[in-house]
């Protein structure tokens, strides 16, 4: 039986109309294919030739600083907006030219858009309801749903008895009682607290694992994409900087833009050369000695710029007797980050200031601003990036 789903939203006494959702079935069921996808905005391009592929049932996001272009990729996977030139293919199926009501997509936005005039078990059945779907089975699956986003025995009550959390889990009930094939979600978490939506988070996994439906996450949070992302595409300026499971983006970056922007980094750039048989990075006010298994031979004929990165977890600090770093400086501290379990300190070398995380322990000494100490590296602690 096709499903559809119509949303209005009451603001300023004006109404909107979302629409989404008219079911397929067939192999492949939730994949997602973009191939050159660009979009214009008179003489903005937003997003300028996008190719991805979403595996069905994966939890993919796109990660990207404001303005990347990444909710404007996932509006025109929607139907929301029409791409200037492109291909968006769903489940096998070219969609690029359907309206939104003939994809098998859902949305959920950080304004939750839910109907103040109506209880929680009217929100979410309201789109059951404008695809007649009988009043015992929409009762059914409200049920169902409420339990899935663990609120049950919440159909009656007035949303406007709800708290902020529970607002987001009944946006999320709605999209998915319809059950498409794709739920898309638009920076759900933004308006949350830091502990409730951290808590959120680890839910909306679980949602998505037990459903096995493809979610596709927009986010500009570095620590929501890795808590729940199977895949990350890391986006910039309206492109695509690098696609890849968590740890290998946050262990193998491969440009400067996605080190700095996954995370706390130290990034060395400069120019590589051979040295005493050892290889060295020209940073101007320091060398840097290279992982050599990360820099190809013949990049270094022609003194090849490219950077280093080291994250601040791998900085050492080594203490008296142990022995020292490939890399190693003398260093004053500018600052001190307490995290609970961990501290970032700010070390100043001279030169630039090196970012070290240490866990907190007992064993562990702990420094003050205006200490003074030894901190390093290991060149195989880092990663090699060569700039295209």
């Not at 992982?291 to 003194?303: I, Q």
Request: charged share 25%; proline share 3%.
């Amino acid at each position: 039986m096709p499903r559809s789903l119509r949303q209005s939203v009451r603001a300023d006494h004006q109404y909107y109309y979302l629409f989404a959702i008219e079911g397929v079935t067939m192999e492949g069921k939730g994949s997602v294919r973009l191939e050159g996808l660009r979009k214009e905005f008179g003489d903005v391009v937003a997003v300028d030739g996008i190719d991805l592929e979403i595996n069905a049932g994966e939890f993919f996001t796109l990660l990207g600083p404001s303005g990347c272009g990444k909710t404007t990729t996932l509006r025109c996977i929607a139907g929301l907006e029409t791409p200037t030139a492109g291909r968006i293919s769903i489940s096998g199926d070219d969609v690029t030219h359907l309206r939104a009501n003939n994809r098998n997509t859902s949305i959920v936005f950080q304004e939750w858009a839910l109907f103040p005039h109506m209880s929680v078990g009217e929100n979410i059945s309201f789109g059951l309801e404008m695809n007649d779907v009988t009043k015992s089975e929409r009762e059914e699956r409200v049920k169902d749903a409420l339990e899935l986003v663990e609120l049950s025995g919440y159909q009656d009550r007035k949303v406007s008895a709800l708290s902020g959390g529970q607002k987001q889990r009944i946006a999320m009930a709605r999209s998915l009682v319809i059950e498409p094939d794709v739920l898309l979600l638009d920076e759900p978490l933004a308006s949350l607290d830091r502990s409730l939506s951290e808590r959120l988070q680890v839910e909306l996994k679980n949602i998505q694992d037990d459903l096995g439906v493809t979610f596709i996450y927009v986010t500009h949070d570095q620590e929501e994409a890795l808590t729940m992302s199977d895949r990350i595409a890391v986006m910039n300026d309206g492109k695509v900087e690098q696609v890849g499971p968590v740890t290998e983006l946050y262990e193998h970056p491969k440009s400067t833009f996605v080190a700095e922007f996954l995370g706390e980094t130290n990034l060395f750039e400069g120019t590589a050369h051979r040295e005493n048989g050892h290889i060295k990075l020209d940073c101007d006010e320091i060398n840097v000695e290279l992982n050599t298994g990360a820099v190809d031979s013949d990049r270094l004929a022609d003194n090849a710029s490219c950077a280093f990165t080291v994250r601040p977890e791998s900085m050492i600090i080594p203490e008296e007797g142990e022995e020292e770093c490939d890399n190693m400086w003398t260093g004053t501290v500018q600052d001190a980050i307490y995290k609970g379990s961990t501290t970032l300190y700010e070390i100043d070398v001279g030169d630039r200031i090196l970012k070290v995380q240490q866990q907190r322990s007992n064993s562990v000494r702990m420094y003050s601003e205006g200490d003074q100490l030894s901190v390093g590296f290991n060149s195989n602690d880092g990663e090699v990036i060569r700039e295209p």
